[in-house]
């Protein structure tokens, strides 16, 4: 867990500097970041979804989102961390801070959705070896640094989302083990590619797709590539 206790705290940091700096710089300098943070987002998604780099690995990155969102949408995924974040407002955020709970559900699917936090959190659950989660908490803080200034105070409550999520994996580490397969976390990286390339779009401003209701395609690629593995070697 201290990989994760570590990534907590750097999200915390980071939203704390990302506040104090969005007092010191006007609107276009906040707006310039996000694009930053944005456009970054996007090559991580791009690098990820390069993973898919066949026709029938493509098709099993289809088949895992397009079932997955059809089962976080029965499941109202996005609703619900919409809704939790609406109540952090409510009960946290300063008056005016209306992007209270778009802060909070963007930077708890980014910190959240990636080969590191899935990768790092089995390397540290089964090997006590945190040095995956050490290079992601870097990242995350300085990500969550221009979230905070660009979106305000709900990025530091994304924290919680990251010492939630990551610490389940960890401690159910062991459980994963004989099914994190190289196929398997190479499909699981395809898939969680797309879903941070979309995110980009939620970052920008351009779009607003449900990112968060893609989440159990990221069990389904997983589950899918196992049991193909299994019927026959088409890796």
């Known amino acids: 867990m201290l990989g994760t206790l570590v990534n907590t705290g750097t999200v ?38 390069l993973a898919a780099d066949s026709g029938r690995k493509i098709i099993v990155a289809l088949l895992s989102l397009a079932g997955g969102a059809i089962l976080g949408e029965a499941l109202d995924i996005q609703g619900a961390l919409d809704r939790l974040g609406q109540r952090l407002e409510r009960r946290f955020a300063r008056a005016g801070d209306g992007g209270f709970a778009r802060a909070f559900v963007t930077a708890s699917l980014l910190f959240c959705v990636g080969p590191m936090t899935i990768l790092g959190a089995i390397q540290d659950g089964l090997q006590g070896d945190a040095t995956l989660l050490f290079t992601k908490a870097v990242l995350d803080g300085i990500s969550s640094t221009a979230l905070a200034a660009g979106l305000g105070v709900g990025t530091a409550f994304a924290a919680g989302t990251v010492l939630l999520y990551q610490g389940t994996l ?8 004989e099914v994190m397969t190289p196929p398997v976390v190479q499909a699981v990286t395809a898939a969680g590619g797309v879903m941070i390339s979309c995110l980009a779009f939620n970052i920008w401003g351009v779009a607003t797709l449900r990112v968060a209701n893609m989440l159990p395609g990221l069990l389904v690629s997983g589950l899918l590539t196992w049991t193909l593995e299994r019927a026959g070697p088409i890796f």
């Open 170 to 177: 960890t401690v159910a580490a062991a459980a994963v083990r």
């Open 12 to 49: 915390l940091v980071g939203s704390t500097l990302g506040l104090l700096l969005k007092r010191r710089f006007p609107p276009r300098v906040q707006e310039v970041a996000m694009q930053a943070v944005g456009a970054v987002t996007l090559l991580i998604g791009l690098q990820m979804g």
